[in-house]
């Protein structure tokens, strides 16, 4: 990944996971899908008091989980989230993973599920130097999509207002949107000039207030 | 290999005998290690209702118990398992412990900074009271009365250990497979004596097919004419025979398709002429010859109450029998932290049992971690010395080891060295 990352408590944080952490309340419980090398959870748990739990197939980032100190189950996500209770956490992440899932709407209805809140990130479809490569005859390949088309694990890319119009469908109550090109957070059409598209949004069927 | 000259001088005394060479000890082991037997004289009552009036434990002790006894760790054995947890057995340089890989100075459970146990479990035949014992009553070997065991009588017995080394809550209790069992059976019954409960290989109830195979082998004991009813001891005789299938069947269950395709496939042990069969009964393929090899051995120096004892055991863990079948409500009261480790070509007690487990103990909103490791050597692979399973291991050792701040680990040794 390309983003630059800030250095808290000498750990190297991106600064869409930082946003990520500022949404989750101190305390809370939170899952985090598709958890890496279990760096949110940890500064999760070592800044805001968070009870988190990561899910992660690779062999390796659950070994580099375990060695943080980070609760992870082993598991394939495509398999879905029967292992976890109704509404068990506060919120539940999926950080730069939606786009390489084959059930897209599946995961997304069993983050609803197993959490108030749940907030998704995926690299941005609509970034403009997409449009002009592909003006040029050429699939895009960008820093939040370094792949060739033939090689990428992203199999359902999308726009903000394409995953937008998704959550609607699906009764997601979107209450936050963050956007990122590279290491800086972009607030002026974002739409266009993002890589990176962090949302919050709130499960169907919630009472509380989503602020 | 390197050799410790230190720890050798220190557990291998000699008689003065300088023909005797003393075992080299690889780096990364315990060293020459003795049991110790410890008597306790307080009735134990059993599930069953039935008294143990007294009984000794063979003890194996790895590292030093600090000065708040926090860092202790118990181990527990499987089905034909012992104390000999890890190190070469003083009476038989031969005899390395059972899990010499996972346990020893800079291995994954690292004896430089906590204290481990072995324990060999009441009715087990290495030393513990057990059927082959001698009767306190009668004078004579206990065979068949001897009174029946579960996990959750072996964890009373192991709760006395505890006291008797004067730990009151144990850093971890870790076991494989019936080893597994306890460990959970201690979450469950001791609730405040457990910091962390490691479960790998296990299941939290055996299945229809579980128990059938138990039984299979229990019959092949039963039925074997030498088996005078349990009391074969006065007959100066073992049931060999059916031990011998009982353990074959057993071995059958602990390898995975893919593993004795590979080790043996169809391979002839000693084809005829151009390859021919023989076309009779007596070893045709490797897999028999292994599979005959393994039950002679095991026959010769396991006990067949034993077996009978720990097969039925099995049979009756079911934490969640009291429960409804609820596991969750089963663990609710458990206070630990729990690690779960499962390899998915186990076919004995495959993944499916494990995500049981987990997903009790998420229900129950313990802190867990879990790892299915796509390890190829069946249910056996808890034994083995694959990578991923010791590091997702030393990991999560070295992290109970920095929340009880027992230092940081200085040396790297065995299968991640």
Same mark, same amino acid.
């Given at each position: ?9 000498g750990?190297?944080?991106r ?16 899952l ?91 690299p941005?479809f ?9 003006l ?6 960008t ?14 890319l999308c726009?903000?207002k ?37 949302y919050?949004?709130?499960s ?8 | ?9 220190q ?76 190190g ?46 001698i ?8 065979g ?23 730990i ?8 494989g ?8 059976g ?21 299945? =229809?097919?579980?128990? #059938?195979?138990? @039984? ?5 004991i039963? !039925? /074997?004419?030498? $088996? ?9 005789t ?52 292994y ?12 006990d ?25 409500? =089963?663990?609710?009261? #458990?206070?630990? @932290? ?6 998915? !070509? /186990?076919?004995? $007690? ?21 790892a ?46």
């Amino acid at each position: 990944m390309t983003m630059g990352a800030t250095i808290v408590n000498g750990q190297a944080i991106r600064p869409d996971l930082i946003r990520i952490a500022s949404w989750v309340e101190r305390g809370s419980r939170v899952l985090d899908l598709g958890c890496g090398d279990g760096t949110l959870l940890a500064y999760l748990r070592d800044n805001k008091g968070v009870d988190g739990a990561g899910v992660e197939l690779d062999d390796d980032r659950v070994i580099a989980s375990v060695r943080r100190g980070v609760r992870v189950i082993q598991q394939n996500l495509e398999e879905g989230l029967a292992l976890f209770d109704d509404k068990q956490f506060d919120s539940v992440v999926l950080s730069q993973t939606l786009q390489s899932m084959h059930h897209t709407e599946h995961i997304l209805r069993e983050m609803a599920r197993v959490a108030r809140y749940g907030i998704v990130s995926f690299p941005n479809f609509g970034y403009w130097p997409h449009g002009l490569s592909i003006l040029a005859g050429r699939m895009p390949v960008t820093g939040q999509m370094p792949y060739q088309w033939y090689d990428t694990p992203n199999i359902h890319l999308c726009t903000l207002k394409d995953f937008e119009d998704l959550a609607t469908r699906l009764g997601l109550r979107i209450t936050h949107l963050a956007a990122f090109n590279r290491q800086r957070e972009v607030r002026f059409l974002a739409g266009w000039r993002s890589t990176l598209a962090v949302y919050r949004f709130e499960s169907p069927g919630n009472t509380g207030h989503g602020a | 290999m390197v050799s410790l000259s230190t720890s050798l001088e220190q557990s291998a005394p000699r008689d003065g005998d300088p023909t005797v060479m003393p075992p080299v000890v690889p780096q990364g082991s315990v060293g020459v290690v003795s049991p110790e037997f410890i008597a306790f004289d307080e009735p134990l009552t059993l599930a069953s209702g039935q008294v143990l009036p007294s009984y000794e434990l063979a003890v194996e002790t790895y590292g030093t118990l600090n000065a708040d006894r926090s860092n202790a760790v118990l181990v527990c054995h499987a089905l034909n398992a012992s104390h000999h947890v890890a190190g070469i057995s003083a009476s038989n340089p031969k005899d390395i412990g059972w899990w010499d890989n996972m346990v020893g100075p800079g291995k994954a459970v690292d004896t430089n900074r906590f204290f481990v146990i072995g324990v060999n479990n009441i009715g087990s035949c290495f030393g513990s009271t057990g059927p082959a014992s001698i009767n306190p009553a009668t004078g004579k070997p206990w065979g068949a009365a001897f009174p029946m065991l579960t996990v959750q009588d072996w964890v009373q017995a192991q709760a006395r250990l505890a006291d008797y080394f004067g730990i009151r809550k144990f850093a971890a209790v870790m076991g494989g497979s019936l080893g597994g069992m306890q460990a959970l059976g201690w979450a469950i019954s001791c609730p405040d004596r457990v910091d962390h409960c490691i479960v790998i290989a296990s299941t939290p109830r055996l299945s =229809a097919q579980n128990i #059938a195979f138990n @039984e299979v082998a229990r019959r092949a004991i039963l !039925t /074997d004419p030498d $088996f005078h009813g349990g009391d074969y001891y006065a007959y100066d005789t073992v049931p060999r025979r059916g031990l011998s299938v009982a353990r074959m069947l057993g071995h059958i269950t602990y390898l995975s398709d893919d593993d004795m395709a590979a080790k043996f496939g169809r391979a002839q042990r000693a084809p005829a002429e151009n390859g021919e069969y023989h076309y009779g009964y007596d070893v045709e393929f490797e897999v028999e010859s292994y599979l005959r090899y393994q039950g002679e051995k095991f026959s010769s120096y396991f006990d067949a109450n034993t077996y009978l004892l720990i097969t039925r055991a099995l049979d009756y863990f079911d934490p969640a029998r009291h429960c409804d079948g609820d596991l969750a409500q =089963a663990l609710s009261d #458990a206070r630990a @932290e729990f690690l779960v480790v499962s390899f998915t !070509t /186990d076919w004995r $007690f495959p993944p499916s049992r494990s995500r049981e487990i987990v997903s009790a103990l998420l229900k129950s909103r313990a802190p867990v971690t879990y790892a299915e490791i796509d390890a190829p050597n069946g249910h056996d692979a808890f034994l083995q010395e694959d990578r991923r399973y010791h590091s997702v291991v030393q990991g999560y050792f070295d992290q109970i080891a920095a929340r009880l701040a027992l230092g940081e680990r200085t040396m790297t040794n065995g299968v991640l060295a």
